[in-house]
């Protein structure tokens, strides 16, 4: 088949990392994969350093990844078998870009638990029949278009993938090299991008309990592209 994934995200999130392995793994399948961001994007930066193709595609072995600056006229060139939103604005600009040209399956996928929209354009957006489907990544997000008037039998539960393990698991005397911490040190870490919505704050009021127990931790975060370490704090 031939897909396309389309996504506005500018930023590395979750999101970003699962349609870039989505992506590769369908290629790896046999399918004719294009995946369409926004230039100056982590998410293109980051298919470019990985030997993935960004130009027409000369080796189809690989990947590829271009800019999303015309959806409309992409999607008419590229003629999908499935056009596949992977985020909320991507939602919309595909459903535009897709309407009166030759209809490819459209597939949608939700990743957040927030309730939709009540207003007129949201509720046309979820509720057209040109959406043939939606992905929810848990059951909990899949409550969410139900609730709005979707159809559950539309959505379809298919969780966060993960890359295929390596050759050996993480070795944590390097990784503790990498941090600047000795074995067996406490240490309360977050692998996340800071939103409110995650609910980091209960992170930091576990981690003050924390400290009441251990006389000395470090915090450390995994947030966008770079692992950071905060000082040593004393209990």
Known sequence: MRILYITESMGWSGGAQQALWMAGALQKRG?????ACQPESDLLERCRASRHSDGDGQNASRLRCVRSGHVRRLVARYRPDVLHAQHSTAHAVALMAAWGLRSPVFAVTRRVVFPLGQNIFS?????????????????????NPGAGGVSPARVE????????????????????GELGLTAGRPLITNVANYAD??????????AAEVVKRFRRFKSCSWGGKRRKCGRSFKG
């Open 31 to 35: 399918h004719e994969m294009l995946l």
């Open 123 to 143: 509720r046309l957006k979820y509720l057209t029949k040109r959406i043939n489907g939606y992905v929810a990544i848990s059951n909990a997000v899949k409550e």
């Open 157 to 176: 539960v298919i969780p966060s993938v993960t890359d295929e393990p390596g050759d050996s698991p993480p070795n944590q005397q390097s990784l503790f």
């Open 197 to 206: 919505f995650k609910g980091q704050n209960y992170l930091l009021e576990a």
